[in-house]
Structures are given as structure tokens and as C-alpha cells.
């Protein structure tokens, strides 16, 4: 098992591989993609962590179907990592992630809102050094799929010929860029009745904190 939520069966002989291919096709484990952009690392969240905040495996599975629809060219891209932690614990890596996301909560009067936190910028700086993803803002979860297509499409959009994402990150000052970017996605006075119900539930939220799986 790899760091990647990943598993690497090791001295397969060639003659196998189609077989393993097809095997692993009817269980649904050969999608392209492996430890690529749209390969997202998740941690378990609310679904057996006490200490999740928001569903980390629903917001995952709808932040790849963005990927796999409307961003196939991503799907093999080799220079983003997404990451996700249902909590701020980052069990999901989100901290060292190009586009990390942590579960969280919002106050909508006196009711609460499952939320992302959005980072962005960290990773593997390719010469041994990593660096930490910056904090950029806080939205619904439910809009955590319109943030990643919102940053891939900008990215897409204005990055030079061959530019890497991290590197365009720092060149249009990254933080300040993508928190305007994303700022209308903040505003909570046009939420609808859907943004009160996490990814994968379907009853309304709200914030309960007991022992985690990482403690």
C-alpha cells in the first residue's frame, strides 16, 4: 500500500499483465490516472472519523467526476496533486497538496453549513524540497466542485506554454489571485436547501467531535 492511498503489486511478469488488467477492470480499479491530477488522495472523514467535520469520500468522488467530465486532459497531468482532509488534521495531505481542500463549517444564521477550506500553491518543488500550500478561502462544500473548476480553468486559461501550475501560482501572486478568483463563492446569502446537506448525506448538517482515527 502507498502513501497515495495507492497499491503496487511488485514482479508481475509481462505475459500477466493483461490478465491483472482485466481482473482489475471488473472490480473498477484500472481507471488511467494514478497518482495524477486525477487521482485525489482523501482521507476517511465523517464517514469513521470522529473527528471529520465535513464528508471527505463524497467530495472527493464529485470533485473527480469534475475531472473525468470536464477536464480529460487532466486526467494524466503529472504536475497537480488534489488532496483532502475532513478535517483541519491533514490525514488527507491537504497541507502539502497543489490544490488542497480541508472539511469545515460555516454559520448561516443560526444554522451551519458544511464547508471546504481551499488551499493552494504547496507540493513537491521537484529538487528534494516541498513546500506548504497556502490557506485561501473558506466556501460551501457543496461549491468546492465550482472552486477546482474555477482554478483549473484560470490555470488553463493563463498559464504560458508549459508553465507549471505551482510556478503560475507564484508568478500572478497566488494568493491574492485566486482568493478574488474565488471570492463569489463565499457569499452565504444565496444558498439553497441542497448546501445545508453534506456530500453523500442526505440529512442536514451539523457538527458533532468525538475521538478521531488519528489520535
Same mark, same amino acid.
Given at each position: 500500500v502507498t502513501i497515495n492511498q495507492g497499491m503496487m503489486l511488485k514482479y508481475v511478469p509481462k505475459a500477466a499483465l493483461p490478465n491483472i488488467y482485466t *481482473?482489475?477492470?471488473?472490480? +473498477?480499479?484500472? *481507471?488511467?490516472? #494514478? /497518482?495524477?491530477? #486525477? /487521482?485525489?488522495?482523501?482521507?476517511?472523514?465523517t464517514d469513521t472519523c470522529n473527528l471529520g467535520i465535513s464528508s471527505s469520500t463524497g467530495a472527493t468522488e464529485a470533485l473527480e467526476k469534475v475531472i473525468r467530465n *470536464? #477536464?480529460?486532459?487532466?486526467?494524466?497531468?503529472?504536475?497537480?496533486?488534489?488532496?483532502?482532509? =475532513?478535517?483541519m488534521n491533514a490525514c488527507g495531505q491537504h497541507t502539502i497538496a497543489n490544490i488542497g481542500f480541508h472539511g469545515s463549517s460555516l454559520k448561516a444564521?443560526?444554522?451551519t453549513v458544511p464547508a471546504l477550506?481551499?488551499?493552494? =500553491? =504547496?507540493? +513537491?518543488? =521537484?529538487?528534494g524540497e516541498g513546500r506548504m500550500a497556502d490557506k485561501i478561502i473558506k466556501?460551501?462544500?457543496?461549491?468546492?466542485?465550482?472552486? $477546482?473548476?474555477m482554478i483549473l480553468s484560470d490555470y488553463e486559461n493563463n498559464a504560458l506554454e508549459g508553465e507549471y501550475f505551482n510556478s503560475y501560482y507564484d508568478r500572478v501572486n497566488g494568493k491574492d489571485h485566486f482568493y478574488n478568483l474565488l471570492k463569489p463563492l463565499?457569499?452565504?446569502? +444565496? $444558498?439553497?436547501? @441542497?448546501?445545508?446537506? @453534506?456530500?453523500?448525506?442526505? *440529512?442536514? #448538517?451539523?457538527?458533532a467531535i468525538g475521538v478521531g482515527e488519528c489520535a
Open positions: *481482473e482489475l477492470s471488473a472490480i +473498477n480499479l484500472a *481507471e488511467p490516472g #494514478f /497518482d495524477r491530477t #486525477f /487521482d485525489i488522495t482523501s482521507c476517511p472523514g *470536464e #477536464f480529460p486532459e487532466m486526467i494524466r497531468n503529472n504536475d497537480i496533486k488534489i488532496k483532502l482532509s =475532513g478535517c444564521g443560526a444554522a477550506q481551499v488551499l493552494i =500553491g =504547496g507540493g +513537491n518543488s =521537484g529538487n466556501v460551501p462544500s457543496k461549491r468546492g466542485t465550482s472552486a $477546482l473548476r463565499k457569499d452565504l446569502d +444565496n $444558498l439553497t436547501p @441542497d448546501e445545508f446537506i @453534506d456530500w453523500g448525506h442526505s *440529512e442536514q #448538517f451539523e457538527t
